[in-house]
């Protein structure tokens, strides 16, 4: 919304759908980059850059119509993953069934012998011994070099950028997309709105905390076993505490802001968020090279406290490098060949200031 606004007020005709595409292509290409290159599993870029090639249409929708499709959206996204929920307390019931009529001597059909497959299938599967041969084949294949490595991560990666993309991700972001360009729309996220508001928002994360403890209960009664989740959690409502958390995050946020608490830390923050998109792909490549062989070789290697030890020293050397970095220059790294590539024409990377007197004409 606020490059299309700007465009538009600049531009007429299809020059800002043109921009807008153009960059949408570029952040796929990125997208691609960081998932077979980089070899992140599970990159969000292309991700975004396909759910964002539909927003076009609706940008300049009133926000209660957008929070209606994101509304509308969110229930055919929950009605979508219960279907899958039940996928394996139907296959378990299933089984119960066969195996019954088995044990009484009645000759099974293809359809039930296969439903005795694919149980059988489920369950050795989940067999802790066989979980932990997977995942020391997993270590020691990504303890290996680039090429090992991205043996190993190029089917993950195919999976996830299709079948699973359509599965879990296409509904999932556009439902946050809509919300977001709504709350933007209402001044939410510009801190225009009441300290009443952004605490309403925040209150939002008792929903989402229950319903995340309700899963989380579930997961261990169940003993990590999904055939079971559905005795204890009848519906999953994955979507709808995404959207409560979601919006407490930003209402803690803002309540932050409004009250001036943290300014300072706030105000570091800000230049992280100038080079978001630099420090999304960085992340690939410190944590790539810390976890994967071609670099330190951790990966399987910590403790989970330990890894918040990572998570740690890698936000505040970001905090530091997109401080010092934006102090000296007008975009983060990522950013300016985004934009470059974008408009197809180079942009000047560092400030004015820093800029030597000679460049006059590149200023």
């Known amino acids: 919304i606020l490059l299309l606004s700007r465009l538009e007020k600049k531009s007429t005709g299809i020059n800002p759908a043109d921009i807008y595409y153009r960059r949408l292509i570029w952040m796929f290409l990125f997208g691609m980059i960081n998932a077979f290159i980089f070899q992140w599993p599970g990159d969000i870029l292309y991700a975004y850059s396909i ?30 993953s219960n279907v899958t929920y ?17 044990n009484q001597g009645a000759e099974l059909d293809d359809t039930q012998q296969n439903t005795i497959r694919e149980w059988h299938e489920y369950v050795g599967k989940i067999k802790k011994e066989n979980i932990l041969t997977d995942g020391a084949a997993e270590i020691e294949q990504l303890h290996g070099n680039w090429i090992d490595t991205f043996i190993h991560m190029a089917p993950i990666n195919v999976m996830i950028q299709t079948s699973y993309m359509y599965k879990e991700y296409f509904l999932d972001i556009l439902i946050l997309f809509f919300y977001g360009m709504a709350l933007f729309k209402w001044n939410v996220l510009t801190g225009q709105r009441s300290k009443s508001f952004y605490w309403g928002l925040t209150g939002l ?14 997961m261990m009664v169940s003993n990590y076993d999904s055939s079971l989740f559905a005795d204890h ?23 932050l802001y409004k009250y001036g608490v943290f300014r300072f830390l706030l105000r570091w923050l ?3 968020g100038q080079m978001a998109f630099t420090n999304y792909l960085m ?11 071609f670099g330190f070789g951790l990966y399987g290697e910590l403790q989970r406290y330990q890894t918040y030890i990572v998570v740690v020293c890698v936000w505040i050397f970001q905090i530091l490098f997109s401080n010092i970095w934006m102090n000296y220059f007008q975009f983060g790294p990522f950013e300016w060949l985004w934009r470059s590539l974008t408009y197809w024409k180079q942009f000047p990377l560092k400030k004015a200031s820093h800029i030597s007197p000679t460049n006059d004409q590149e200023i």
């Open 51 to 80: 759910c964002g090639l539909f927003l076009f249409p609706f940008r300049n929708l009133k926000p209660g119509r957008l929070i209606w499709f994101s509304f509308t959206l969110l229930i055919l996204a929950t009605i979508v």
């Open 86 to 102: 039940h996928e394996l307390p139907q296959l378990r019931k299933e089984y119960s069934q066969v195996i019954e009529l088995k």
């Open 205 to 218: 994360y008792i929903p989402g905390a229950l319903l995340g403890y309700w899963g989380l209960h579930t």
């Open 233 to 255: 959690m009848p519906v999953n409502l994955y979507h709808v505490r995404r959207i409560c958390v979601a919006s407490g995050h930003i209402g803690i946020l803002m309540l």
């Open 270 to 272: 800000a230049a992280v």
């Open 283 to 293: 992340q690939s490549l410190i944590c790539t090279t810390i976890f994967y062989g």
